[in-house]
């Protein structure tokens, strides 16, 4: 089956420290996104990428680094200068887009990061 | 600045009953309206989409509105059964390439259909 995993589903940082969260697609697309997500909020974009070595920053970006090694993986740092870093964490990705229009995002089922 | 404002917050209806869900926007160069369900723990799931040269769409119990003059779209839930209880999110992007196609989200319904 084709789809997004995300690994660890929970994540426990302690202070100072940083965290790496893992995403894989086997979907074959071009672009790959991560959102955090808090109570009550919408999501908010950290990173994205259309294109394997290229990123750029999203809304929210302070705090977080993000690499795009190969097409499939597209893994989020969470650093130790992220002061609030307690949130649902979420990867998504799209095909590449055509035509000049947007396309749909497919998300995975997420990483609950807590702070120890 | 919310580019996307979503309401209600919560929502109670029946099973059988039509929820509807509102969402507005400010940009006009948004090309692309999805919906997404989310369960509790789970990841949000493309329910619906619309682009805006089309007023309405539906899929099974699922329609979406649009009014691309008021800059408002809606999810309607027909027959709404206990398993649609859920949290439900607008969203819009924009297309053209560049640093475009971002998805920028609503705050989320959270609907509790009763038995």
């Known amino acids: 089956d084709g789809g997004i995993t995300q690994s660890p589903k929970y994540l426990f940082r302690k202070e100072g420290q940083n965290v790496t969260l893992s995403c894989e697609q086997n979907l074959n697309h071009d672009a790959m996104y991560w959102y955090r997500q808090d109570p009550g909020q919408g999501l908010r974009l950290i990173y994205y990428?259309?294109?394997?070595?290229?990123?750029q920053k999203g809304d929210i970006a302070e705090g977080y680094s993000v690499s795009r090694e190969k097409k499939e993986s597209f893994p989020l740092t969470v650093t130790s200068a992220q002061k609030n870093p307690t949130a649902f964490y979420l990867c998504a990705s799209s095909p590449r887009t055509g035509g000049g229009f947007s396309q749909p995002q497919h998300f995975g089922d997420g990483t609950r990061l807590s702070i120890l | 600045q919310q580019q996307v404002k979503q309401s209600p917050q919560s929502l109670i209806v029946q099973k059988g009953g039509i929820p509807i869900i509102n969402c507005a926007y400010e940009?006009?160069?948004?090309?692309?309206f999805p919906w997404y369900q989310q369960f509790p723990g789970k990841g949000p799931a493309l329910l619906i989409a619309?682009?805006?040269?089309?007023s309405e769409k539906k899929e099974g119990r699922f329609t979406i509105s649009f009014n691309k003059s008021a800059k408002q779209f809606s999810l309607h839930i027909m027959d709404s059964q206990p398993g649609d209880s859920a949290t439900y999110f607008c969203a819009a992007s924009k297309g053209g390439g560049g640093s475009n196609y971002k998805l920028t989200f609503g705050k989320g319904t959270l609907l509790t259909v009763n038995p």
């Open positions: 990428s259309q294109i394997v070595n290229d990123f």
């Open positions: 619309i682009r805006p040269d089309v």
């Open positions: 940009n006009t160069a948004f090309d692309y």
